[in-house]
């Protein structure tokens, strides 16, 4: 997983790595952006977990046209954004947000899907963690996960300056 700032056009809006890592750990969900069976493009809002490493995981039905765009074309785009503050009297908005370029991967091992949904429970619901795990076995036959390698990411926000 790299951090990859240079391609962003406005240098002058970087956001930095820290903050970047930040927003992946906390933020509740993100954007994924894939292209269909037919070329189309498509894209989810959806909950994720980061493993810590070099992964995201997303939890789906195990069947639809997701998982049949992903397995057309696993090369996808995962955009999280943060803060953001609408300026109307300015005519722009203050944000944060960060593109991850990743491959996604849809044939994992029962190992790797409990261990995603241990950290997906973690993270939404930590303090439903012994009910949520028990409910995640009992449905485990009807869930699918997906996980995104994080291939390069970068962080763009905008600071307006206040006006004096």
Same mark, same amino acid.
């Given at each position: 997983? /790299?951090?990859?700032? =240079?391609?962003?056009?406005?240098? @002058? ?7 970047? !890592?930040?927003?992946?750990?906390? +933020? ?26 070099? +992964? !995201?995981?997303?939890? #789906?039905?195990? =069947? ?12 996808? +785009?995962? #955009? ?15 944000? =944060? ?10 044939? !994992?091992? @029962? @190992? =790797? /899907?409990?261990?995603?949904? %241990? ?27 997906? %996980? !995104? ?7 763009? #926000?905008?600071?307006?300056? +206040?006006?004096?």
């Amino acid at each position: 997983m /790299k951090y990859v700032n =240079e391609t962003v056009r406005r240098q @002058d809006r970087l956001l930095d790595e820290k903050r970047a !890592l930040q927003l992946i750990i906390e +933020s509740e969900y993100g954007v994924l952006s894939m292209v269909t069976t037919d070329g189309e493009a498509y894209g989810l809002p959806l909950n994720y977990v980061w493993d810590g490493n070099s +992964s !995201l995981y997303i939890h #789906c039905a195990p =069947e639809g046209k997701k998982l049949r765009a992903l397995e057309h074309n696993p090369h996808v +785009s995962f #955009c999280i954004v943060g803060n953001t503050n609408l300026l109307p009297a300015r005519f722009t908005t203050e944000y =944060e947000s960060v593109v991850m370029k990743c491959h996604a991967v849809t044939a !994992l091992d @029962d @190992d =790797e /899907k409990r261990h995603a949904l %241990r950290l997906l429970i973690d993270k939404l619901a930590p303090e439903y963690k012994e009910v949520g795990i028990k409910a995640a076995e009992k449905s485990f036959h009807r869930v699918g996960i997906i %996980r !995104l390698d994080i291939i390069e990411f970068s962080g763009k #926000c905008k600071v307006v300056p +206040s006006a004096h």
